[in-house]
């Protein structure tokens, strides 16, 4: 069984700092990465994706990959109320995805 | 494009009942998948299609449990009977290609809950 861990939270950070979001793997295999963001009641929504080492910037986030120490991590800079949500770490094995259990952020206005 | 399309969006059945969720992916998209969402076990893959053949059903709980992909744009995930258990959210989602640049777009999922 492919694990995939993540801290539920809640995270509480104020409006405009750094929310930073980790997930761990079990796997030493898996190739790609990814986080979804979803709000209460609704469908997962891809945020980001990432297959190499190292950082990916996407406007305000930025996904960052250590295969190593099967670390994957997302930071959310300038946190707006709106980014409020649970975020869910995926691992891609062979097409089938294994999501961790998600981390829960609360921005405070 | 509309994204995948996901019907009902919610149904309430009694124990015992057949349900029948529908599923439409994003057209081009070959890959299918059907996952399930409840709070104690999160989000879990059932079964996944390519070009409509399946080829993983490793994660469907049981034989009341069938999924089916008779055309590239239209799935039905079918549990007959139902248990109180099987209450959760099932999303559908689609990708474009497989393997390692497989990303995978969910529809609004099915809230289904039996009494």
């Known amino acids: 069984q492919k694990e995939v861990e993540q801290n539920s939270g809640p995270l509480s950070v104020p409006e405009g700092a750094i929310a930073s979001l980790n997930c761990t793997y079990s796997d030493r295999g898996s190739q790609s990465f990814f986080w979804y963001r979803q709000y209460s009641g609704k469908s997962p929504e891809l945020i980001m994706f990432i297959y190499s080492n190292g950082d990916k910037e996407d406007g305000r986030f930025t996904a960052q990959l250590n295969k190593a120490s099967q670390y994957v991590s997302l930071l959310i800079r300038d946190s707006q109320p709106s980014d409020s949500a649970t975020y869910l770490c995926a691992v891609n094995d062979f097409n089938k995805f294994y999501f961790g259990s998600g981390t829960k952020l609360n921005v405070k206005p | 494009d509309a994204g995948v399309i996901q019907s009902p969006r919610h149904e309430v059945t009694e124990m015992g009942q057949e349900v029948t969720l529908r599923c439409k992916p994003i057209s081009g998209h070959d890959y299918l998948f059907w996952y399930r969402q409840t709070m104690m076990r999160g989000l879990e893959l059932l079964i996944y299609f390519n070009n409509n053949v399946p080829i993983d059903d490793s994660g469907m709980p049981e034989d009341r449990f069938s999924a089916k992909m008779p055309n590239a744009s239209f799935s039905t995930l079918k549990i007959q009977p139902s248990e109180p258990r099987d209450s959760a959210v099932y999303f559908c989602?689609?990708?474009?290609?497989?393997?390692?640049?497989?990303?995978?777009?969910f529809g609004a999922g099915t809230r289904l809950s039996v009494l």
């Open positions: 989602a689609s990708s474009p290609v497989g393997g390692v640049k497989n990303i995978q777009y």
